[in-house]
DNA sequence: TCTGGGGTCCTAGGACCC
DNA sequence: TCTGGGGTCCTAGGACCC
């Protein structure tokens, strides 16, 4: 297979808007404009299950993905409370990646309901537009981050999404609530100069050109890469600002954080990123099944149960795809939300699915297992696919 | 009201070999 | 009864993202 990594002039990052919401919407039409939460089987009183996507009117309330079904219910009582479909959404997601593909662009998939496209064109913006409108057609609706690389296009859908609409601009503090679609606060985006200009209206440039001007001031954690862990331990070292990272020593932070992740924080402070679009399918390295139950796990014999039932399904699921296991993992968690993981490598790779299943079973016995288990996981590496 | 599920990549330490 | 350094493989854990 051909990697297309032309140089491209611009990077589009389009972003559907509340996406499994908005799948909802398309065959629920009654439904719109009302508090959909879609999550875990659609009951709101089901403990340990989140909400994977709210709708605006539900964001509203202050519901959020990643919040507990039990308290976004209480927050929002009248909220219509709605199932995970993966299927459809999986289907849905797959027609908008072909739609994005009729036009002139190369498409790197990145998500259910994101995709980079590289373009060689003199106006990204109209392109932006007519790919805006194409997505109307499909019944959803998407925001448009243009930049002159990936990292700038995809902060630039923050500035892009519309304001007031419960969805941040970059910097705004809401990192990773670990869902999809999932949208912070709705303070205005700032830059302690009053608001930018154009943000809010679905599509945003942003390059070397405003950089600075929209994201000096800005916390570090607005950086598509540093999470809360690391925007506190840049803290800790005076660093709080995209300026004061683009402005830190190179080696003070390779000795913070690594010779291979200091140097890309102060990349990222820079703005500097891939330009690369990658069309080829991407080819998983691992392949993993878990499951928070609803009440926890303290009998042996059960617990064993399971982690055989979790293998067999993830190792079905690796051999219908073709692929061949190098290791086996067994992730616990327990009621303290204790996570550990232990792993072996097999002797040989294999897809005899009772090897894996056998040495899950092993791994698990090198656990000590002494309080009750909210989670257990399997997790299956795989042998890399031969180049074409 | 406690905190889902599915991924990727990086770092660090110990074992082992030369 | 010593001592070194490099390289690779393996495991555990951390961090981030959708």
Same mark, same amino acid.
């Given at each position: ?7 491209a002039?611009?990077?589009? +990052?389009?972003d ?6 908005a799948?909802?919407?398309?065959? +629920?039409?009654?439904?719109? $404009?009302?508090p959909?939460?879609v999550? $875990? %089987? ?8 989140v909400?994977?996507?709210?709708s ?8 959020r ?17 709605l ?10 997601s ?24 590289a ?5 990204p ?14 019944d ?6 243009i930049?002159? %690389? ?10 892009? #999404?519309a304001v ?15 869902a999809? $679609? ?9 830059t ?11 599509i945003f ?5 405003n950089?600075?001007a ?8 607005a950086?598509?890469?540093i999470g809360?862990?690391?925007? #506190? ?14 402005a ?5 932070l ?15 402070? +820079?703005g ?16 993993? #099944?878990?499951?928070?139950?609803p ?8 617990i064993?149960?399971? *982690? ?6 993830v190792?079905?699921? *690796? ?12 992730i ?8 550990r ?8 790779p294999t ?6 299943? +056998? ?8 656990f ?8 257990? $996981? ?7 696919l031969?180049?074409?």
């Amino acid at each position: 297979m051909r990697y297309d990594v032309l140089v491209a002039r611009w990077l589009l +990052h389009v972003d559907l808007d509340q996406f499994q919401a908005a799948v909802e919407f398309r065959r +629920h039409r009654e439904l719109r $404009g009302l508090p959909v939460i879609v999550g $875990g %089987n659609g009951d709101p009183a089901e403990p340990r299950k989140v909400v994977t996507c709210a709708s605006y009117p539900a964001r509203s309330f202050g519901v959020r993905a990643g919040m507990p079904l039990r308290q976004a219910a209480r927050l929002c009582p009248d909220a219509i409370f709605l199932p995970l479909d993966m299927a459809t959404y999986e289907e849905v997601s797959a027609e908008v990646m072909d739609l994005l593909r009729t036009f002139p662009v190369r498409v790197e998939v990145l998500g259910w309901d994101e995709a980079f496209l590289a373009a060689d064109i003199d106006d990204p913006e109209r392109l932006a537009r007519e790919i805006r409108g194409a997505i109307t057609e499909l019944d959803l609706t998407c925001s448009i981050g243009i930049g002159d %690389n990936k990292l700038r296009a995809k902060l630039a859908t923050g500035f892009a #999404k519309a304001v007031g609409k419960g969805v941040a601009a970059p910097g705004t503090g809401e990192a990773a609530t670990g869902a999809s $679609g999932s949208g912070g606060a709705a303070p205005e985006p700032v830059t302690g100069d009053g608001p930018v200009p154009g943000a809010g209206t679905g599509i945003f440039r942003l390059t070397a050109d405003n950089w600075s001007a929209l994201m000096a001031g800005r916390p570090t954690s607005a950086l598509w890469g540093i999470g809360s862990r690391i925007a #506190k331990r840049l803290s800790e070292l005076g660093i709080d600002t995209v300026a004061q990272l683009a402005a830190a020593d190179r080696d003070r932070l390779a000795a913070a954080f690594g010779p291979s992740t200091g140097p890309y924080l102060w990349v990222l402070g +820079h703005g500097a990123g891939d330009t690369d679009v990658v069309t080829a399918p991407h080819v998983p390295v691992g392949r993993s #099944k878990s499951e928070t139950f609803p009440r926890d796990l303290t009998d042996r014999a059960e617990i064993e149960t399971q *982690v055989a039932r979790l293998a067999t399904a993830v190792a079905e699921e *690796v051999a219908a795809d073709g692929r061949i296991t190098t290791r086996v993992g067994v992730i616990v968690r327990t009621s303290t939300f204790f996570t550990r993981t232990k792993q072996r490598k097999l002797p040989a790779p294999t897809t005899d699915i009772a090897e894996i299943v +056998h040495t899950a079973l092993e791994v698990l016995g090198r656990f000590e297992l002494d309080r009750p288990i909210r989670l257990l $996981g399997v997790r299956l590496e795989l042998v890399p696919l031969d180049p074409p």
